[in-house]
């Protein structure tokens, strides 16, 4: 019976002993089990508090990442030009959310409607946990791929208007999508599929965009390469979603704050020592101190972009943190990329970039790609809470626990 409390209530029902069904069988209401050492869920549950912290981390996501991109912009365009330094800012900031490690463990889901979020306690009495050999390989396998990606959008924001590398950057929906159906078999529907061409389409525009409003001095053909490696950016930061859903289900097999901390700061803690490394190989580090005396704000001003554009880089994980923890993976993912799009409005205010048809269109078809995806994770959403509601009814009560195996619903 114990190891029956670690699965969702559809797979509990299945394995219900015949005495509960019998009793089922002679009760006017449905039944169904939840996990034990969890006082009161009631689905009604969103109450306004829950709403209140969803608001406030899709805030800290959305103003995270655009501040964060827009300082990075700003260091470029006056004298900065290390692209390592670009990309260790990007990271650096992660011990911040060590702090996050001694926040109290809640006693139940933030949101029941979210399976994969499980309490510590459930966790401990799953199955023996991941050894200390496959986690460092996991660790080390995501950090690389984060400090590659990282530098990959460092080059882009380097030498592409920030408009353009923003709307090219909500591909990365369309990759996820993609990754997700060949590792985590998501499968394809209507609405998924039109997000994924929409979103082709919109970058593919950008291809046709003339450089003249980009970067001073950069030439055709680092303006495109800038295209080529933010689309390998945003590719590989829709396979390094893919791979942290992968990893959850077949690796760590469940979803704690503590666990979802981990898959965040030990890979990061790795990228942080592979661009270091790359700063001093590169030897872009000899030219710092005289890149921060000819820039162009002053050095305070240098100091203050770089540890801003941290900060806010650091912003953008604690907000994503918590709608992981609070939603889903994926709907934090979605409130980053419909994010991406207001970029471009901020770079037309503070960086007098212009906003022309093809821009526009590629905005739009960024923005419909979004609410497609979006839509097709609302149907998914209501048609899992539907099935739970034929299975435990609209209310489910919970007396506290501690010693009984399960506790039944529709009492």
Not at 260 to 285: K, R, T
């Amino acid at each position: 019976m114990g190891e029956l409390a670690h699965h969702h209530p559809q797979e509990l029902q299945l394995h219900m002993a015949d005495d509960q069904e019998a009793k089922e069988e002679n009760s006017p209401h449905p039944r169904s089990i939840i996990p034990n050492s969890q006082a009161t869920i009631t689905p009604k549950s969103k109450n306004f508090r829950w709403w209140i912290r969803v608001v406030f981390y899709s805030l800290f996501v959305l103003s995270g990442q655009s501040v964060a991109t827009l300082l990075g912009t700003l260091y470029y365009n006056k004298g900065g030009n290390s692209k390592w330094l670009a990309t260790l800012v990007q990271l650096s900031g992660f011990p911040i959310l060590f702090l996050l490690y001694i926040v109290p463990t809640t006693k139940k889901p933030s949101d029941p409607n979210n399976t994969d979020i499980q309490t510590d306690a459930q966790a401990q009495s799953q199955s023996q946990s991941p050894s200390l050999k496959r986690l460092a390989l996991v660790y080390l396998g995501l950090g690389t791929i984060v400090s590659l990606d990282c530098y990959l959008f460092s080059l882009g924001l380097l030498y592409l208007p920030v408009s353009t590398y923003s709307l090219i950057c909500s591909s990365q929906l369309a990759f996820n999508a993609l990754f997700s159906f060949f590792l985590n078999a998501q499968k394809f529907t209507p609405y998924t599929t039109n997000s994924l061409v929409l979103l082709t389409i919109s970058s593919t525009l950008l291809v046709f965009q003339s450089n003249s409003d980009g970067p001073k001095g950069i030439s055709r053909g680092k303006y495109a390469l800038g295209f080529v490696c933010t689309i390998a950016a945003s590719a590989g930061y829709g396979l390094l979603l893919s791979l942290d859903q992968l990893c959850f289900r077949r690796v760590m097999r469940h979803h704690t704050l503590r666990v979802v901390l981990n898959m965040i700061v030990y890979p990061s803690l790795v990228a942080n020592v592979i661009i270091v490394v790359g700063l001093f190989g590169s030897g872009e580090w000899k030219h710092l101190s005289r890149e921060m005396d000819g820039y162009e704000l002053g050095k305070e001003s240098y100091v203050m972009t770089l540890v801003g554009t941290a900060i806010a880089w650091q912003v953008f994980s604690i907000g994503t943190i918590g709608l992981i923890i609070d939603m889903s993976s994926l709907f934090s993912n979605s409130i980053s990329v419909v994010g991406l799009p207001i970029v471009p409005i901020f770079a037309v205010v503070f960086f007098g970039e212009k906003m022309d048809g093809v821009k526009v269109m590629a905005m739009v078809l960024a923005i419909w790609g979004f609410v497609s995806y979006a839509y097709q994770y609302y149907l998914d959403d209501a048609k899992l809470k539907a099935q739970r509601r034929s299975i435990g009814g609209d209310r489910v009560s919970v007396k506290s626990a501690q010693n009984a195996p399960i506790a039944r619903t529709g009492e």
